[in-house]
């Protein structure tokens, strides 16, 4: 089964004569592609829920930080690379097609759990308004679950120092550490140590 817009009239188009939101992206008759942005897919969603409500659309389409905005568009991209690859095209996107692309994330990028979980963030706005793929249901929040019990986050490493041995250093030093130092006065500094006498200061 497919999901997606069934009509010609409901596909999205970025170029050609059709209606126009105030930051320039058109909408009308045709079909998404391979280049189609993130934001393309949003806004024209929204344009076909609230015509002429332009510049309302044009900051629901994007209620994130601008970082969070490349983020996002990036993930998106994957997708569509991940589609043409497949030679799958982009109006024929399936649920299906999502468990592919993220199992390949899993598997073949050998991406952590949590970043898959990152890309289900991405792709939740687009898919749900354009495809009707909704990636909130239980079976994707257990594909997740269970790619973060087969491959579960390596524990934080123990630092390659001893704390108990830099202390024991610092008790036997030959001369006083600063006073600023002990007060937090130069917190950007670095203490350098060798054989256990105090060496030198470096600020950064």
Not at 4 to 24: C, I, Q
Not at 150 to 164: D, E, Q, Y
Not at 166 to 179: A, G, K, Q, R
Request: with cysteine; net charge negative; proline share 7%.
């Amino acid at each position: 089964m497919v999901y997606g817009l069934e009509t010609e009239s409901d596909s999205l188009r970025v170029d050609g004569d059709s209606p126009t939101t105030d930051g320039g992206r058109q909408y009308g008759k045709n079909t998404t592609n391979y280049q189609t942005t993130r934001l393309d897919v949003i806004e024209a969603a929204y344009q076909r829920q609230f015509p002429d409500c332009n510049e309302a659309i044009a900051l629901m389409a994007a209620p994130l930080r601008d970082n969070s905005v490349r983020d996002y568009q990036h993930k998106w991209q994957k997708l569509l690379n991940f589609l043409s690859d497949k030679q799958i095209p982009p109006d024929e996107l399936s649920f299906a097609n999502v468990f592919q692309f993220f199992t390949y994330l899993f598997y073949e990028r050998n991406l952590k759990p949590s970043t898959v979980a990152h890309y289900r963030s991405a792709l939740t706005v687009p898919l749900m308004l354009h495809y009707n793929i909704d990636l909130k249901v239980p079976a994707v929040t257990d594909l997740l679950r269970a790619m973060s019990l087969k491959r579960p986050n390596a524990p934080a490493s123990t630092p390659g120092w001893s704390l108990n041995k830099v202390l024991t250093l610092l008790d036997n030093l030959s001369e006083p550490i600063p006073e600023q130092l002990l007060l937090g006065r130069q917190p950007s500094c670095y203490l350098w140590l060798q054989d256990g006498e105090l060496v030198n200061f470096m600020h950064v």
